[in-house]
C-alpha cells in the first residue's frame, strides 16, 4: 500500500520555467492538499480539494494553480517559476472525520525544487 | 498571523535527558495533533487528542491537551537518538473563520530535536 505517492522527488528550475507537481493517493480519501514547507516557517497551505470537483486556496496560493483530476490524483503547477518558489512541497490526504477526531492527514515524501 | 506558537524552535540534548515541547495559541481547537518528520520524508501522524485536559501515553512520550483546548504539550523520557528529527504540532480549529474549509489544519513552525549519543 504506498499511501501518498510524490513525482518527481527533485527539480532544479530556472526562473520563469514552468513545471506540474504530482501527486496520488490510494487510500479513497476524499480531501487532499498542497502544503510548501520552509525553514523556520513550517508548513503553509497553498491549495485544497475538499472533494473531488472543487478546489480552494489556502494562505499561500499567489503562483500556483492546482487540479483535481479524479479521486486520487491532485496536481500543483508552477506557470512561472520564481526564486520565492525554492521550497519543499507535500501533498497529503484525508478522510476528513466529524468531531471529535478531526483531520488526519498522510503526507507523501515531498518533492524538493530549487528554482535559480 | 501565527495561529499556533511552537517552542522551542531547536532543542539540542544528551541521550536520556527529558524534554518538552509547546504548542500555544489563543483559539481553539476541536483537537490538536502531533506529527514527526525525519530529514527527507513527510511528516508522519503520532497522535491526536481530542478533550480538554487528555493525556495520552506512547511509550515514552507523552501528549497533554489543554483544559481550554488551546495549547498542547509533549514530553519525551529519556530521549534516545532515535528521538532526533522535526516535531510538529497542527491544530483542527473548533471555529471556521481561517481563510478554509472546516477540517483544515493549522501548523506550528516546529521543534527541530536533536540528541546527542
Known amino acids: 500500500n504506498a499511501g501518498v505517492t510524490q513525482t518527481p522527488k527533485f527539480q532544479v528550475l530556472k526562473t520563469g520555467q514552468s513545471m506540474t507537481l504530482q501527486c496520488a493517493q490510494d487510500?479513497?480519501?476524499?480531501?487532499m492538499y498542497w502544503y510548501r514547507q520552509d525553514p523556520g516557517m513550517g508548513l503553509r497551505l497553498i491549495y485544497y480539494?475538499?472533494?473531488?470537483?472543487?478546489?480552494d486556496k489556502g494562505e499561500v496560493p499567489n503562483g500556483y494553480n492546482v487540479s483535481r483530476l479524479n479521486k486520487r490524483e491532485f496536481s500543483l503547477r508552477l506557470e512561472s517559476a520564481a526564486p520565492s518558489q525554492t521550497s519543499v512541497y507535500f501533498c497529503?490526504?484525508?478522510?476528513?472525520?466529524?468531531?471529535?477526531?478531526?483531520?488526519?492527514?498522510?503526507f507523501g515524501a515531498g518533492t524538493r525544487l530549487s528554482v535559480l | 498571523t501565527q495561529l499556533l506558537e511552537q517552542s522551542p524552535q531547536f532543542l539540542s540534548i544528551q541521550e536520556g535527558e527529558n524534554l518538552t515541547v509547546y504548542c500555544n495559541s489563543s483559539?481553539?481547537?476541536?483537537?490538536l495533533q502531533w506529527y514527526r518528520q525525519e530529514p527527507g520524508e513527510g511528516p508522519v501522524l503520532l497522535v491526536t487528542?481530542?478533550?480538554?485536559?487528555e493525556v495520552k501515553k506512547l511509550k515514552r512520550l507523552t501528549f497533554q491537551f489543554g483544559d481550554a483546548r488551546k495549547d498542547s504539550s509533549l514530553h519525551i523520557t529519556a530521549a534516545q537518538p532515535g528521538d532526533t528529527g522535526l516535531y510538529l504540532c497542527?491544530?483542527?480549529?473548533?471555529?471556521?473563520?481561517?481563510?478554509?474549509?472546516?477540517?483544515?489544519?493549522?501548523f506550528g513552525k516546529g521543534t527541530k530535536l536533536s540528541v546527542k549519543p
Open positions: 487528542v481530542v478533550t480538554g485536559g
Open positions: 483559539s481553539v481547537f476541536s483537537s
Open positions: 487510500m479513497n480519501h476524499n480531501s
Open positions: 480539494s475538499a472533494s473531488e470537483g472543487t478546489t
Open positions: 497542527a491544530g483542527c480549529l473548533a471555529f471556521m473563520n481561517y481563510g478554509g474549509s472546516q477540517g483544515n489544519l493549522i
Open positions: 497529503a490526504s484525508s478522510e476528513w472525520v466529524w468531531r471529535p477526531m478531526g483531520n488526519i492527514q498522510y
